[in-house]
C-alpha cells in the first residue's frame, strides 16, 4: 500500500533561519512523482517544488529545495532564510505511476519575527 | 487560465440528505481527484478517475460515490449524509502521464456542515 507520513504536526522557526520539514513514503513503485505543497490560511493550494523518482539531483526551487533520498523513502523539504509569509500548513505529496495522488498529514510551519 | 471549479464553496445539510459535489476543469486532464481535508489528518483520497465512466476507491470511499460521465466533470455524491462527513471536500485535476508536465490543479474547496 502506497502511504505518505509527516511525523511533525507543526514547526516553529525563526525568521531568516533554515528549516527542513520531514516526508517519508511508502510505495513499490519504480517509477513515481513527490511534490510539497503549501496552504496559507486561505486555503488555496501553492505548488512548491517536484522531485520524480528517477531524478539524480535534487530539485529546487528558489528558497525551497527537496533533499530526496531514495534509498531511505524520505523526501524533506528544506526552505532556506525563512519569511513570515512562509508561516503555513504544508503537504507532501506522492503521484504513482497509475496516476494516483495521496498527500500527507500536512505541517504547519510557523515563523517568528 | 487553466480551471478548476467546485460548485459550491458553503453548504449545509441535514442528516440523510443526498448531497452532490461537482467538480469540473477545462484543461482536457484525465485525472480526476476528491479528497476531503480534516485538522490533523491531512488531505485523505476519496475517490480518483483516470478516465470517463473509470474510478478507484481511494483510503476512505466509505459513504461516498462518484460519477464521471464526461472527461471534464467529476462529481460526488454523498448517498446519505452524516454528521462526520462535515469537512472540507478539494477537488483537484492532473494529466494523467508526467511528460504533459507534473502540475496539479486543485479547486478552491466546498465548506459543507450536516446538521
Known amino acids: 500500500a502506497q502511504k505518505i507520513t509527516q511525523t511533525q504536526p507543526g514547526m516553529f522557526v525563526q525568521e531568516k533561519e533554515a528549516v527542513t520539514l520531514d516526508c517519508t513514503y511508502d510505495t513499490s513503485d519504480q517509477s513515481y512523482g513527490l511534490f510539497w505543497y503549501k496552504q496559507p490560511s486561505s486555503g488555496e493550494m501553492i505548488f512548491l517544488i517536484y522531485q520524480g523518482s528517477y531524478d539524480e539531483q535534487n530539485a529546487t526551487e528558489g528558497r525551497y529545495s527537496l533533499n530526496f533520498q531514495k534509498a531511505r523513502k524520505s523526501a524533506n523539504l528544506v526552505i532556506s532564510a525563512s519569511q513570515l509569509g512562509d508561516s503555513a500548513m504544508y503537504f507532501c505529496a506522492m503521484k504513482s505511476n497509475t496516476g494516483k495522488l495521496i498527500f500527507g498529514q500536512g505541517t504547519t510551519l510557523q515563523v517568528k519575527p | 487560465d487553466v480551471k478548476v471549479t467546485q460548485s459550491s464553496r458553503y453548504l449545509v445539510k441535514r442528516t440523510g440528505e443526498k448531497v452532490f459535489l461537482e467538480c469540473v476543469q477545462d484543461?482536457?486532464?484525465?485525472?480526476m481527484f476528491w479528497y476531503r481535508q480534516d485538522p490533523g489528518l491531512g488531505l485523505r483520497l476519496i475517490y480518483f478517475?483516470?478516465?470517463?465512466?473509470?474510478?478507484e476507491k481511494g483510503d476512505i470511499p466509505e459513504g461516498y460515490s462518484v460519477s464521471r460521465e464526461k472527461k471534464e466533470r467529476f462529481s460526488l455524491i454523498l448517498e446519505s449524509a452524516s454528521t462526520n462527513q462535515t469537512s472540507m471536500y478539494l477537488c483537484?485535476?492532473?494529466?494523467?502521464?508526467?511528460?504533459?508536465?507534473?502540475?496539479?490543479?486543485f479547486g478552491e474547496g466546498s465548506w459543507l456542515t450536516v446538521v
Open positions: 484543461m482536457d486532464h484525465e485525472n
Open positions: 483537484a485535476s492532473s494529466f494523467l502521464q508526467g511528460l504533459r508536465g507534473n502540475t496539479i490543479y
Open positions: 478517475s483516470y478516465d470517463v465512466k473509470m474510478k
